[in-house]
């Protein structure tokens, strides 16, 4: 089952199968910032490492869930090559199975679902550099 948790504004998506947990993914909530007064030089904050080591997991382009359903195979793991139209995944959706291809080519960077995850329209299923 996947969970997203939230602790100190950072919601955690965690996935717990058979009495191990793994993280999936982390997102930082971002408050709303007032605008600055016109004579007040903007200053730039620097990001914060885990932040900046959050965008380098997860950068590239998202093969996402195409309908909700549960994902009943992954073909690639992380460091895979993938070609443009390769079969990545297996959606089972209305009793149907349905091939999630890859929309480019390129190396799979991060694999976000498993055997088993149910998974909602757009969801994010696998991030291909």
């Not at 993914?25 to 959050?54: D, G, Q």
């Not at 999630?100 to 291909?128: E, F, R």
């Amino acid at each position: 089952m996947k969970y997203q948790v939230t602790i100190n504004n950072k919601t955690y998506e965690v996935e717990v199968e058979r009495g191990e947990a793994n993280l999936l993914a982390t997102y930082e909530a971002v408050a709303p910032v007032a605008p600055a007064p016109v004579a007040a030089a903007p200053v730039a904050a620097a990001p914060t490492p885990a932040t900046a080591s959050h965008v380098q997991a997860v950068a590239g382009e998202a093969l996402t869930a195409p309908m909700p359903g549960t994902i009943i195979n992954v073909m690639k793991k992380v460091g895979d090559k993938v070609a443009e139209g390769e079969v990545v995944c297996i959606l089972e959706a209305m009793k149907m199975e349905n091939e999630v291809v890859a929309a480019i080519a390129g190396t799979v960077g991060q694999v976000l679902v498993a055997k088993g995850s149910v998974v909602k329209t757009g969801d994010p299923l696998v991030m291909i550099h």
